[in-house]
């Protein structure tokens, strides 16, 4: 049995989509599951959490530091924004 914890609760679309893409292509597990006062919850099996935080959510960005800085509607993300 999997123990789902959260990777996102304050993260709109169009990122959510593209950091779920990048889950896919890590080949980490996610699925959305309900809803915070901010936005989507996406959660990752717990074993996997740490991978996909250091990976996706803290890596390098030159505008903002880190990836998780990036607004949500950054035009970064404008091929999901209609998806």
């Not at 950091?19 to 292509?25: A, F, K, M, P, T």
């Not at 935080?53 to 505008?63: H, Q, T």
Request: hydrophobic share 35%.
């Amino acid at each position: 049995m999997t123990d789902w914890v959260a990777l996102c609760r304050r993260t709109e679309d169009p990122k959510l989509m593209y950091i779920e893409n990048w889950l896919d292509e890590l080949g980490i597990q996610h699925r959305r599951n309900g809803f915070s006062f901010h936005g989507p919850i996406l959660e990752v099996p717990e074993s996997d959490h740490e991978r996909a935080y250091d990976e996706i959510l803290l890596a390098p960005d030159e505008d903002f530091g880190i990836f998780d800085e990036r607004p949500d509607d950054d035009s970064m993300f404008e091929e999901y924004a209609h998806a």
